[in-house]
């Protein structure tokens, strides 16, 4: 079945610095890459998304990369501000598969 | 307001004793999931049901049992819960299976003694 490593675990930045959060699948079928924002006793909340058919996207100050021929993608926040303190989840499925598969998460910290 | 609704919220039980977290959607959605999430360990799936009466195994099933019984409804069931079934657990409902967004519940943190 598929496999998400994701990396670092943890991630302290100053506020107006960029943040990368990166991801590797193992199921070269895999063709929906999201990432998903959870807040301090919240419910995680899709924050941007890229399917196999594109390279890049950007939505304000948030970017997703994504590298098939290596399997895997990247998280790019830029212009960080307290507001993106959260923990950041990637996972990856395929159209027709019934789940996604999570990476650990990556507790990102930006110091005001 | 569209949303996922969990209840409780917050659960301390004690190992053996029955218990049921109820989940709820008004979007309509045919798809509804149940994962837990502990640390370093992401969030798993345990269970998930494409429509009425149809449900299937996550990653993590063991101990845990689901019904789907009307489209807006997925109740999780721990028959026998055990300290290792303690975690936070979240419901979540889409209509795009595993490559639409999921829309998460706020969660409900499980403590078992």
């Known amino acids: 079945g598929e496999n998400v490593e994701q990396h670092p675990s943890t991630l302290s930045v100053q506020e107006g610095d960029s943040a990368v959060i990166k991801c590797t699948y193992s199921?070269?079928?895999?063709?929906?890459f999201p990432w998903y924002k959870q807040e301090l006793g919240k419910g995680p909340q899709l924050i941007i998304d890229?399917?196999?058919?594109?390279g890049e996207k950007k939505d304000q100050r948030i970017a997703v990369t994504l590298n098939k021929t290596a399997k895997h993608f990247s998280l790019h926040i830029t212009e960080t501000q307290p507001e993106d303190s959260a923990v950041y989840f990637c996972?990856?499925?395929?159209?027709?598969?019934?789940?996604?598969?999570f990476g650990s998460g990556t507790r990102l910290q930006v110091q005001p | 307001e569209a949303q996922v609704t969990q209840n409780p919220r917050y659960l301390i039980t004690v190992t053996g004793k029955k218990l049921t977290v109820t989940c709820s959607q008004n979007?309509?959605?045919?798809?509804m999931s149940w994962y837990r999430q502990d640390p370093g360990l992401g969030l798993r799936q345990i269970y998930y049901?494409?429509?009425?009466?149809?449900?299937d195994k996550g990653d993590v099933p063991e101990g845990y049992k689901v019904s789907r019984k009307e489209k807006r409804n997925f109740p999780l069931i721990l028959e026998s819960p055990s300290p290792n079934q303690t975690s936070l657990y979240f419901c979540?409902?889409?209509?795009?299976?595993?490559?639409?967004?999921?829309?998460f519940g706020e969660g409900s943190r499980l403590t078992v003694l």
């Open positions: 979540a409902s889409t209509t795009g299976g595993g490559a639409g967004e999921l829309f």
């Open positions: 890229i399917r196999s058919n594109v």
């Open positions: 049901s494409m429509n009425v009466e149809v449900t």
């Open positions: 996972a990856a499925s395929w159209a027709g598969r019934r789940a996604l598969t």
């Open positions: 979007m309509n959605h045919e798809y």
């Open positions: 199921d070269s079928a895999s063709n929906y």
